[in-house]
């Protein structure tokens, strides 16, 4: 009895980092303690015989079982866009403490833990061990089942495509991304006149949230009203198919994304896109100034 109670209380001690582990690669918490548990039930049965690094021992083995909950996930024909962004329409019952994953997103970053979703299963767990817990290629190729060269070589894939690649030239970008942080501090400011003088004076909101004539709002005048001092602090800037835009991620859940058209100094359409569906559809990026880790 005393020798498992022992390894209780190491695994206590390494409980911690298997939760910040599992959660980065499942983007929910409680799909996170569900591994770390099952971890813990791994370790005891095992009755820690012949483990001599118990810190590397746990993270292969809760790596393991997130990435066979991923392509769980994955392989369900029946899974709507919820399983694969971190809990974006699931029920408020089921998150485990809402405060604990309200930090615990924070620490990720939203839009880094939104477009961890974009990867495959493999990509998204060699990504979080190299890239953000710095373990070396060659203990993470035995996790995934590759060699180290292509796990080398996924790193790589996955840290290109959470960085996105811009489909404007670069100073074009430069202003449009300008101009999308702008109309985001304005918004969130309440500064009408700013937000105003920023608009095209014809400039469209589509929101699939709405139905009828109240999905679609016309006039610079009519969507400052409509936003000015409402901009939820979870928004964030992030790349939207290869453009500035907006995502909107309450404890990483995300809620929507803006589509910005940007003509020249104005901002001319934005498309407030909800429906899952189209979401899965969206190529979503970090933007190349986000904080990105350990880079090759």
């Known amino acids: 009895m005393s020798k498992q109670v022992g390894l209780a209380n190491t695994f206590e001690e390494h409980r911690k980092h298997l939760q910040a582990v599992a959660y980065r690669m499942l983007g929910s918490l409680s799909e996170a303690e569900d591994a770390v548990q099952e971890t813990w039930l791994r370790l005891s049965r095992e009755d820690g015989r012949g483990i001599e690094n118990m810190g590397g021992w746990l993270t292969t083995v809760v790596s393991r079982i997130c990435l066979d909950m991923l392509r769980t996930r994955k392989s369900r024909r029946e899974d709507s866009l919820e399983t694969h962004l971190p809990q974006s329409y699931t029920s408020q019952e089921n998150i485990v403490d809402p405060e604990q994953e309200a930090e615990l997103a924070d620490s990720v970053g939203i839009a880094l833990l939104v477009v961890l979703g974009n990867l495959n299963p493999v990509e998204r767990v060699t990504f979080v061990l190299h890239d953000v817990f710095t373990i070396p290629f060659n203990e993470i190729a035995p996790v995934v089942g590759k060699s180290e060269t292509a796990t080398r070589q996924l790193a790589s894939r996955a840290r290109r495509r959470i960085r996105g690649a811009k489909t404007v030239p670069e100073a074009d970008f430069a202003h449009q991304r300008d101009v999308v942080k702008a109309f985001l501090a304005a918004a969130r400011l309440g500064d009408f ?104």
């Open 193 to 296: 006149d700013t937000l105003v003088a920023m608009l095209d004076p014809d400039v469209v909101l589509r929101d699939d949230r709405q139905t009828g004539s109240s999905r679609v709002t016309r006039g610079a005048l009519a969507l400052a009203k409509q936003v000015s001092g409402r901009a939820q602090k979870a928004a964030q800037l992030a790349l939207v198919k290869g453009q500035a835009g907006i995502i909107v991620a309450p404890r990483g859940r995300l809620l929507y994304v803006l589509q910005f058209t940007v003509n020249q100094e104005k901002i001319a359409e934005v498309d407030l896109i909800s429906d899952p569906e189209r979401i899965s559809r969206l190529d979503l990026a970090v933007l190349s100034d986000g904080t990105l880790v350990n880079p090759d």
